[in-house]
Structures are given as structure tokens and as C-alpha cells.
């Protein structure tokens, strides 16, 4: 007995008949995500009705002439991941489902999270800052054990590694660092000059520009462009040498990674910085002097004749003071998680990510130190 299907767009594909006096779905046609298109989902809601409705149902697949993978997963589905107890399959299709019995059924797991979840995350957060810093002072603490070893024995000082490093710090980075310091003079110099055309202020010019770059903005945006710069490349560097496995090579030959990698690129960047330092304010006071010039008709010649006395040269010192310890502190956070990368290439990108950022962070800091020890000294 013959009971045809109400939904007239999907009954050449499954018919409802009697099989030895059972109700029986008889699936034909081309079980294909080619062939059904977007009646997909309509025959799998038609099935699961069929099954909801008679949990006992047989099911004949054997005039069904092509079956795809995703044909397959959406009987699967509506058998709910389990064999009906009367079905019939074509030896051909029979590989496909069997394939589907024989994956491993994972349900996810659902773990409530702890009360005190948020005291925990912070805690781990405190303890692998703890971690960080122990890792940094031991750094440093070898560092001063390999500058004492190279007074003692000046003849092994890596002086081709500390150019090297001296180079690539230093002058590789001359291009962006003048870039950026001279744009920003340019927008200080513009903002500082329409509000002191408003009082009748112009020549105080030369004092807001001075002090805030030599002072401040010069250290610190050579500072920053150098963690972001030169910073991720050491930090990088270690990543692939720990990944190509140099660095154990070096370890094999009893080769120090401190005297000839760590020592190299500090001493290289804490000669570079202060060089560096004293260049990015050059060209942000030329930013500012020519920006001055024109918008408030300012001569380039009366600016650096007033420029000593408007900015004591103390300012110089703690700029490039600034610089010193700044190259120092990034050259020994890039080294730092340089080294604790592992052999993969996610913990690389990690590693170098969290390099730049803590550096700059570092910097930030340092800045705010030396600003606030440093407050009454080349003010006046």
C-alpha cells in the first residue's frame, strides 16, 4: 500500500509504503547536495517527522542510486547518531555510514567556573609576573658576571657582534625615527602656535618646544619606536634560533647564549639609544622650526640662538639619561622572552607580542620615573 508524501517537491525522493505489514520509508533518487540544492533541509525535516512520529519505522535505502558524505551525515542526524534496528543499505553506501559508527562520540564538556574565579585569573596573572621578573633579574645578574669576565679578559669581547647589533639598532632605524620625529614637531609646533597667537605669545614658541621634545617626547618616541623596531626583531630572532634549534647547537659547543647573543645587543643598544635619542629630537626641533616659521613668521636663526637660553642643557642629560636606560631595559626584556620562547611557532608569536608590549610599557615607566626624580632639575 502506496501512501504518497503531502509535500509535493520532495516525493521523488522518499515514498511512505508497507514492507511485511510494517510501515516502511522507501528513499530514491539521488541523495546528493547537488541533486537536492535547496530542498535540503526540507527532507531531513520531513524524515525526522517520520521518525519522531513511528520510532519504529523501517527504512529501505536500496533504491537510492548516488549518496554523497553529506547525504549520509544528514540521515545520520536523523537517525540521532545511532542504527536504526530495521534498515536496508546498499553494500556501496554501507562503507560511508560505518565510517560515521565508528567516530568517537565526544560530548563537550561544560565546567562551571569557580566562585572565585576572577581571584584566581589574578593570581595566576601576579604569579607569572613573579615569574617574569625573577627570569629578568637573573638575566641581569649574569650579565654583570659576563661584563666582570670581559674586564678581566678584554681580548674576548664580541666587538663584531656589538657592531653588528649597533648597526641594525641603530643605524637601520635613522629613516622611521626621523620620519615620525619630525611629523610630530610639525603638529606640535602647529597646535602650540594657534593658542599662543591668541595671547600675543608667539616667542614662547621656542621654550614649549624646546623643553617637551628635548625633554620628553624626543627619549620617548625613540624609545618606543625602537621596542616596537628593534625590540620584536631580537626577540624574534631567539624565537627562530630556539625553533631551528641554534640555540642548543651553541649550548652542545659550550658556547654561552649571554656573552655572545644577550651581552652583544644590550651594549649595542644602549650605545645606539642615546645616539638615537639626540637624533629624533634634531629632527622634531626641525619640524617644529619649520612649522614655526610659517605660521608664525618665526626665523629659523632667532629660534636656535634662543633655544640655550630658553632649555637648560641639563634637559640634554636626562634625554639622553633617558635613552641610556631605556636601551638597556629593552635590549634585556627583548632577550628575556627571546629566550623563554619554545620550539613552535605559536609560542614565537606570543613571545614576540608580549616583548613589545612589555617594553613599551617599561618605557612608559621609565619616563614617568625619571620625570617625577628628575622634576626640579633644568626647569628654570
Avoid at 531531513?44 to 548516488?66: A, G, V
Avoid at 674576548?156 to 653588528?164: D, G, L, T, V
Avoid at 624565537?239 to 651581552?263: C, K, N, P, W, Y
Avoid at 612649522?291 to 608664525?296: V, W
Amino acid at each position: 500500500m502506496l501512501t504518497s508524501n503531502s509535500d509535493k517537491e520532495i516525493t521523488c525522493w522518499y515514498q511512505l509504503v508497507t514492507d511485511n505489514n510494517a510501515p516502511c520509508l522507501k528513499l530514491t533518487g539521488n541523495f546528493t547536495m547537488v541533486a537536492l540544492e535547496s530542498k535540503f533541509n526540507t527532507l531531513s525535516s520531513e524524515l525526522t517527522r517520520h521518525r519522531m512520529n513511528n520510532p519504529d519505522i523501517h527504512w529501505d535505502l536500496t533504491d537510492i542510486q548516488q549518496m554523497d558524505m553529506a547525504s549520509v551525515a544528514m540521515l545520520w542526524q536523523v537517525w540521532q547518531a545511532s542504527r536504526p534496528a530495521n534498515v536496508k543499505i546498499r553494500p556501496e553506501h554501507e562503507t560511508m555510514f560505518k565510517r560515521l559508527e565508528n567516530l568517537p562520540i565526544q560530548l563537550p564538556k561544560t565546567t562551571l567556573r569557580h566562585k572565585s574565579w576572577v581571584i584566581i585569573a589574578l593570581g595566576k596573572k601576579l604569579l607569572l609576573l613573579w615569574e617574569n621578573l625573577l627570569g629578568l633579574i637573573s638575566l641581569i645578574g649574569q650579565l654583570l658576571l659576563d661584563t666582570i669576565y670581559f674586564i678581566k679578559h678584554p681580548v674576548y669581547i664580541p666587538f663584531r657582534e656589538i657592531s653588528a647589533n649597533l648597526y641594525r639598532t641603530g643605524a637601520q632605524a635613522l629613516g622611521i625615527t626621523a620620519l615620525v620625529g619630525f611629523l610630530i614637531g610639525v603638529v606640535l609646533s602647529y597646535l602650540s602656535s594657534q593658542q599662543l597667537r591668541m595671547f600675543g605669545a608667539d616667542i614662547f614658541i621656542i621654550n614649549i618646544l624646546g623643553m617637551s621634545i628635548i625633554r620628553e617626547l624626543g627619549p620617548l618616541l625613540a624609545a618606543i619606536l625602537v621596542a616596537g623596531r628593534s625590540g620584536s626583531s631580537m626577540t624574534a630572532q631567539f624565537g627562530v634560533m630556539r625553533v631551528t634549534q641554534e640555540l642548543d647547537a651553541l649550548t652542545v659547543m659550550g658556547i654561552s647564549h649571554s656573552q655572545r647573543l644577550v651581552f652583544p645587543k644590550v651594549v649595542g643598544l644602549a650605545i645606539a639609544m642615546p645616539l638615537l635619542v639626540i637624533w629624533t629630537s634634531a629632527m622634531a626641533l626641525l619640524g617644529g622650526i619649520i612649522s614655526a616659521e610659517i605660521q608664525l613668521g618665526l626665523g629659523y636663526q632667532h629660534f636656535l640662538s634662543a633655544l640655550p637660553d630658553a632649555v637648560p642643557i641639563a634637559n640634554l642629560w636626562i634625554g639622553l639619561g633617558k635613552g641610556v636606560v631605556c636601551g638597556i631595559v629593552i635590549a634585556l626584556i627583548a632577550c628575556h622572552f627571546g629566550l623563554r620562547i619554545k620550539a613552535n611557532t605559536e609560542s614565537l608569536g606570543i613571545g614576540t607580542t608580549s616583548s613589545v608590549v612589555t617594553s613599551i610599557t617599561v618605557v612608559i615607566i621609565i619616563d614617568a620615573v625619571f620625570a617625577i626624580m628628575f622634576s626640579d632639575v633644568g626647569l628654570v
